[in-house]
Nanobody
Framework: QVQLVESGGGLVQAGGSLRLSCTAS????????MGWFRQAPGKEREFVSGISRIGGITDYADSVKGRFTMSRDYAKNTVYLQMNSLKPEDTAVYSCAAGYSTSRIASSYTYWGQGTQVTVSS
């Protein structure tokens, strides 16, 4: 089992920044690729970013490319999502997930955190 806990969400004005964190406990963190997904009210969950198990290879949705940066700290068992130039359409619940390979498909991930709310005001 892997337990994931997100933090760092909040309310920010358009153009602002937030950094989300997701800390893992349980099985070895290095064994898992990690992903960030988001779900806005009335919309389906969508892929935001992913990072490989080893090597830190990242992947981003087109809607966030150039604004968001995902990274991982193996010593802290934590992944981060640095979000800059935030837009009102980025408002959603953001969840991190752990799986065996990087994927844009939510069902590819085995473990999920509870999510953290990000609200961007215009």
């Amino acid at each position: 089992q892997v337990q994931l806990v997100e933090s760092g969400g909040g309310l920010v004005q358009a153009g602002g920044s937030l950094r989300l964190s997701c800390t893992a406990s349980g099985r070895t963190f290095v064994n898992y690729a990690m992903g960030w997904f988001r779900q806005a009210p009335g919309k389906e969950r969508e892929f935001v970013s992913g990072i490989s198990r080893i090597g830190g290879i990242t992947d981003y949705a087109d809607s966030v490319k150039g604004r968001f940066t995902m990274s991982r700290d193996y010593a802290k068992n934590t992944v981060y999502l640095q979000m800059n130039s935030l837009k009102p359409e980025d408002t959603a619940v953001y969840s991190c997930a752990a799986g065996y390979s990087t994927s844009r498909i939510a069902s590819s991930y085995t473990y999920w955190g509870q999510g953290t709310q990000v609200t961007v005001s215009s």
